[in-house]
């Protein structure tokens, strides 16, 4: 597989492509105002303890405060796991008040504050640094057992002096030579010495330590991934990645590019139109049938179509084809679209087991590539796939677009019809509670002729049964469910 990265850098933003095989598969977009927030260890303090939920919030600075779940909690001095504590319930943990040191692990999404952790990790290229965890994991994707024992045999042995201290070793390291994961494990702990020394500089609600930016983060969480080009069209970024890459990942230096085209870098495989692909409702698959995709607050819905596809054979077939072709579709669309959560997935009714069971592992298979935990469950009796997917930032929608300011984000607006008659209700309503000569009724160009057309007769029925009459005025701002009946 031909994994190509692309830069995009602007004073404003950094745009991070990720193509495999000229296919546009992840988009990463970090904003300079308005950083993820992943990774980061901040100075907390506990602003309200809620033992009905057995959660805490935590003031780390943000507008919103952050959300501590007990199960979340490093016991007592670090040395233990939140779930050795558990039963003590957090009111026993945690006090408002206290200050801790905290771990941003999902940043803020839509009306939610950032979930927190106090099991901190700090990730390098080979290994996950966890301080006071005391223990040594190894990566489940490095299958050889022989070669875990000796990755886990270099670690324990570096470990001897601090072990209070543990480690995961990281897929990357399959293969790893002893220096380079003993240097990795000084660095890390060196870098945790300086956090700590930080720590008691700073004030409550503070940040300790930030995560590193976008592009370097993303080269580092994509160590193992044969890349075999990183196209850059900054000189100042590149050479800072340059830089970085050069000290963590020197065998990827040769594939750093910068790249000084005219043509915008993102233009290269048509980035920008798929972006803008992205952020819709329907996506069309090749062989005509189509995908409806509905991002909500409890979750993501997708509806699998025939549409146009008719097919070569019979019914059953032509459902078959088109359900393989939606779930290759869809684990392209949850990656690149960054959905997460409960994901429900309505594929087109098949009555053939074996058909379900090659269309669910045609799904699992695609989501083989992504970085991203997600589990499938079974095809339901109601025919549905119910699978969830981690979430740790915004969806791209999320991040592009806000919510539509005229429909409020139903996706759909009262017709002028229905306007029309709510203004009459109005009408009526303030005319028995209050005295006035006549009323003027402001609404939206649209309603207003519906009004005065098509309705006119039963606008001259009201007026009479009022006895008063109304007079009208389109405004121009005014969306089409808006309105006002002033009493003159």
């Given at each position: 597989?031909?994994?190509?990265?692309?830069?995009?850098?602007?004073?404003?933003?950094?745009?991070?492509?990720?193509?495999e095989?000229?296919?546009?598969?992840?988009?990463?977009?970090?904003?300079?105002?308005?950083?993820?927030?992943?990774?980061?260890?901040?100075?907390?303090?506990?602003?309200?303890?809620?033992?009905?939920?057995?959660?805490?919030?935590?003031?780390?600075?943000?507008?919103?405060?952050?959300?501590?779940?007990?199960?979340?909690?490093?016991?007592?001095?670090?040395?233990?796991?939140?779930?050795?504590?558990?039963?003590?319930?957090?009111?026993?943990?945690?006090?408002?008040?206290?200050?801790?040191?905290?771990?941003?692990?999902?940043?803020?999404?839509?009306?939610?504050?950032?979930?927190?952790?106090?099991?901190?990790?700090?990730?390098?290229?080979?290994?996950?640094?966890?301080?006071?965890?005391?223990?040594?994991?190894?990566?489940?994707?490095?299958?050889?057992?022989?070669?875990?024992?000796?990755?886990?045999?270099?670690?324990?042995?570096?470990?001897?002096?601090?072990?209070?201290?543990?480690?995961?070793?990281r897929?990357?390291?399959?293969?790893?030579?002893?220096?380079?994961?003993?240097?990795?494990?000084?660095?890390?702990?060196?870098?945790?010495?300086?956090?700590?020394?930080h720590?008691?500089?700073?004030?409550?609600?503070?940040?300790?330590?930030?995560?590193?930016?976008?592009?370097?983060?993303?080269?580092?969480?994509?160590?193992?991934?044969?890349?075999?080009?990183?196209r850059?069209?900054?000189?100042?970024?590149?050479?800072?990645?340059?830089?970085?890459?050069?000290?963590?990942?020197?065998?990827?230096?040769?594939?750093l590019?910068?790249?000084?085209?005219?043509?915008?870098?993102?233009?290269?495989?048509?980035?920008?139109?798929?972006?803008?692909?992205?952020?819709?409702?329907?996506?069309?698959?090749?062989?005509?049938?189509?995908?409806?995709i509905?991002?909500?607050?409890?979750?993501t819905?997708?509806?699998?179509?025939?549409?146009?596809?008719?097919?070569?054979?019979?019914?059953?077939?032509?459902?078959?084809?088109?359900?393989?072709?939606?779930?290759?579709?869809?684990?392209?669309?949850?990656?690149?679209?960054?959905?997460?959560?409960?994901?429900?997935?309505?594929?087109?009714?098949?009555?053939?087991e074996?058909?379900?069971?090659q269309?669910?592992?045609?799904?699992?298979?695609?989501?083989?590539k992504?970085?991203?935990?997600?589990?499938?469950?079974?095809?339901?009796?109601?025919?549905?796939?119910?699978?969830?997917?981690?979430?740790?930032?915004?969806s791209?929608?999320?991040?592009?677009?806000?919510?539509?300011?005229t429909c409020?984000?139903?996706?759909?607006?009262?017709?002028?019809?229905?306007?029309?008659?709510?203004?009459?209700?109005?009408?009526?309503?303030?005319?028995?509670?209050?005295?006035?000569?006549q009323?003027?009724?402001?609404?939206?160009?649209?309603?207003?002729?519906?009004?005065?057309?098509?309705?006119?007769?039963?606008?001259?029925?009201?007026?009479?049964?009022?006895?008063?009459?109304?007079?009208?005025?389109?405004?121009?701002?005014?969306?089409?469910?808006?309105?006002?009946?002033?009493?003159?």
């Amino acid at each position: 597989m031909s994994v190509e990265i692309l830069v995009n850098v602007t004073p404003q933003e950094t745009r991070v492509a990720v193509v495999e095989n000229g296919v546009l598969q992840e988009v990463f977009i970090e904003r300079t105002r308005a950083r993820g927030l992943v990774g980061n260890i901040y100075k907390g303090v506990v602003c309200r303890v809620l033992p009905g939920m057995q959660a805490a919030f935590v003031d780390i600075g943000l507008e919103r405060a952050a959300f501590l779940h007990v199960s979340d909690i490093v016991a007592g001095n670090g040395n233990g796991t939140g779930e050795e504590k558990r039963d003590e319930g957090i009111n026993h943990l945690l006090r408002e008040g206290q200050k801790l040191l905290v771990q941003v692990i999902k940043d803020p999404l839509g009306t939610k504050g950032a979930r927190l952790t106090t099991h901190v990790t700090i990730p390098s290229r080979y290994l996950v640094f966890m301080p006071g965890a005391g223990n040594v994991g190894v990566s489940q994707k490095i299958e050889t057992e022989d070669e875990r024992q000796r990755l886990k045999g270099i670690v324990e042995t570096e470990i001897e002096t601090e072990p209070t201290h543990g480690f995961i070793v990281r897929t990357a390291a399959e293969g790893a030579a002893a220096d380079a994961l003993t240097a990795d494990m000084r660095f890390l702990m060196k870098l945790w010495d300086s956090i700590n020394d930080h720590e008691g500089d700073v004030q409550p609600g503070a940040i300790v330590h930030e995560d590193l930016p976008l592009v370097r983060r993303v080269l580092r969480d994509l160590v193992g991934v044969e890349i075999e080009k990183v196209r850059i069209d900054s000189r100042e970024t590149f050479d800072s990645v340059r830089d970085f890459v050069s000290r963590f990942v020197p065998e990827i230096v040769e594939q750093l590019e910068y790249y000084p085209g005219e043509r915008p870098v993102f233009d290269l495989y048509g980035e920008e139109d798929e972006i803008q692909k992205a952020l819709e409702h329907k996506v069309q698959l090749k062989s005509g049938g189509y995908l409806i995709i509905d991002q909500t607050e409890a979750m993501t819905t997708i509806d699998v179509n025939t549409g146009a596809y008719v097919g070569h054979r019979n019914l059953e077939e032509t459902i078959f084809k088109t359900n393989l072709e939606a779930a290759q579709a869809i684990a392209r669309q949850l990656r690149l679209r960054n959905l997460g959560g409960i994901i429900i997935i309505d594929f087109i009714d098949m009555v053939d087991e074996e058909h379900k069971r090659q269309v669910l592992r045609a799904l699992e298979k695609s989501l083989e590539k992504d970085h991203a935990k997600s589990h499938i469950s079974e095809v339901s009796s109601l025919g549905l796939v119910e699978m969830t997917r981690k979430r740790t930032r915004e969806s791209l929608e999320h991040v592009l677009c806000s919510v539509c300011p005229t429909c409020g984000g139903r996706g759909s607006l009262k017709t002028p019809e229905t306007v029309c008659y709510e203004i009459f209700r109005e009408i009526l309503r303030e005319a028995r509670q209050f005295d006035a000569q006549q009323l003027l009724v402001l609404a939206a160009q649209e309603v207003v002729d519906l009004l005065v057309d098509e309705e006119s007769t039963s606008l001259a029925e009201l007026e009479s049964f009022i006895g008063k009459p109304i007079r009208f005025q389109a405004e121009m701002l005014y969306t089409p469910e808006q309105f006002d009946v002033v009493l003159m």
